[in-house]
């Protein structure tokens, strides 16, 4: 586990594709355990170590992850995300151009719990909601294009379903368009940084993951 920063409420992690943030119907030990154990070993801390999840990220996506340590950062910490106080920066590899080099997407949003998936519309319909994102083309390669995604709201799938719905499945992601998966299963967007007030002592908390070690996502890097 890649720990990027810690403090006496708050701990952030590197996310691997693969990894689940809670417990679901796999039975996959989920990140929350492995963070609650870290705590638990580090600290030396005898019975039930608190680690309060934040948010999460789907399973097969890069990234940064919140826990909080303490009920009042996890308290604070969720408003912050309700009333979208935590701005979260996603990079995305394409296989196609987007029809803009910068743009903001506003669609609405369905999810069908049966197959676990989401479905995004131009206009209303029922049960949808409202998601918007901004992105804008910040790499390119003889193949694939790299966006950098800023999140206004935050939807079930929203980035993946989003860039599908304008002709840019994200590499890797059967489930929205693309048409070949990832070696490693992993679908090639990753939770960048992440920037916010500290819940508890108030000072601006900026953090970036390190890009993924990827040969693709290396390119980029270059």
């Known amino acids: 586990m890649e720990v990027i920063y810690e ?36 600290y030396n801390k005898p019975g039930n170590v608190f680690c309060g999840v934040v948010h999460r990220l789907d399973r097969p996506v890069w990234g940064l992850v919140i826990f909080a340590k303490t009920s009042k950062a996890l308290t604070r910490l969720n408003e912050m ?24 997407l506003v669609h609405y949003i369905t999810t069908t719990e049966r197959n676990n998936k989401s479905y995004a519309s131009t206009t209303p319909r ?3 909601k409202e998601a918007a994102l901004s992105y ?26 989003q860039l599908s719905a304008i002709g840019c499945p994200i590499r890797g992601d059967l489930k929205y368009g693309d048409r070949r998966s990832n070696p490693d299963g992993s679908i090639s967007l990753q939770a960048h940084t992440i920037e916010f007030e ?25």
């Open 136 to 161: 804008r083309l910040i790499g390119e390669s003889e193949r694939y294009f790299l966006l950098e995604i800023n999140l206004e709201t935050g939807r079930k799938h929203q980035i993946r379903v």
């Open 81 to 104: 995300f309700r009333r979208g106080h935590v701005k979260k920066t996603y990079l995305a590899i394409t296989r196609n151009r987007p029809p803009k080099e910068e743009d903001r």
């Open 198 to 222: 500290h819940p508890v002592s108030h000072e601006n908390i900026h953090v970036e993951a390190p890009l993924p070690d990827d040969v693709l996502w290396r390119a980029f890097a270059e």
């Open 7 to 42: 403090d006496n409420h708050i701990i952030i992690v590197n996310k691997r594709p693969g990894e689940i943030v809670q417990g679901d119907k796999t039975g996959d030990e989920p990140l929350v355990e492995t963070v609650r154990k870290y705590l638990k070993e580090k």
């Open 126 to 128: 029922a049960n949808s």
